[in-house]
T-cell receptor
Framework: DQQVKQNSPSLSVQEGRISILNCDYT??????FLWYKKYPAEGPTFLIS?????DKNEDGRFTVFLNKSAKHLSLHIVPSQPGDSAVYFC???????????FGTGTRLAVRP | DTGVSQNPRHKITKRGQNVTFRCDPI?????LYWYRQTLGQGPEFLTY????????KSRLLSDRFSAERPKGSFSTLEIQRTEQGDSAMYLC???????????FGSGTRLTVV
């Protein structure tokens, strides 16, 4: 049972344009959501997070949007840079718990 | 201290052999986690410790798997009688706060031949 889903395995965008990565979840108990970025041969690196009491969180070029009624979140990267090329994982947790449930990832390629 | 350290980075072993991996978390982090990642999948939770206490184990952690954190600092993950299906990246992470993101190590890639 995949509780966190990333339905797009890959995405390609032009440098300078917006990248939008999507994530859906099914468990209504999740109340904290995170995005991680992963380069080959490295562990995932924390990027940005959002609590369910918010619908938007912004950090520089990265913005995460949360739509609780649709159980959907998205990560916007503006402007996209070649160094953003990596696999992006969406993750969810209950703030009362500790383990993260990850999606399957979206591979982003930013073309120069 | 610059992050979570995992050793070895790579391990190739024959089916049926035992393997042990080590994780050194960030020193002030009292929570330590083990995850497993297979090709095309996201990391899957295996187990976690708060200090030396193992507080939760996933059903993915069969009887062949055992994890310890004897002094509340480093942790070891042992797999006995390895099977080809155990081939994966084993990731360790640590955190200070509950219910928030944590810092991952670079992982140990296990290949069982």
């Amino acid at each position: 049972d995949q509780q966190v889903k990333q339905n797009s395995p890959s995405l390609s965008v032009q440098e300078g344009r917006i990248s939008i990565l999507n994530c859906d979840y099914t468990n209504s108990m999740f109340d904290y959501f995170l995005w991680y970025k992963k380069y080959p041969a490295e562990g995932p690196t924390f990027l940005i997070s959002i609590s369910s009491i918010k619908d938007k969180n912004e950090d520089g070029r990265f913005t995460v949007f949360l739509n609780k009624s649709a159980k959907h979140l998205s990560l916007h990267i503006v402007p996209s840079q070649p160094g953003d090329s990596a696999v992006y994982f969406c993750a969810a947790t209950k703030s009362s718990g500790d383990k993260l449930t990850f999606g399957t990832g979206t591979r982003l390629a930013v073309r120069p | 201290d610059t992050g979570v350290s995992q050793n070895p980075r790579h391990k190739i072993t024959k089916r049926g052999q035992n393997v042990t991996f080590r994780c050194d978390p960030i020193s002030e982090h009292n929570r330590l986690y083990w995850y497993r990642q297979t090709l095309g999948q996201g990391p899957e939770f295996l187990t976690y410790f708060q200090n030396e206490a193992q507080l939760e184990k996933s059903r993915l952690l069969s009887d062949r798997f055992s994890a310890e954190r004897p002094k509340g600092s480093f942790s070891t993950l042992e797999i006995q009688r390895t099977e080809q299906g155990d081939s994966a990246m084993y990731l360790c992470a640590s955190s200070r706060n509950r219910g928030r993101g944590y810092t991952f190590g670079s992982g140990t890639r296990l290949t069982v031949v």
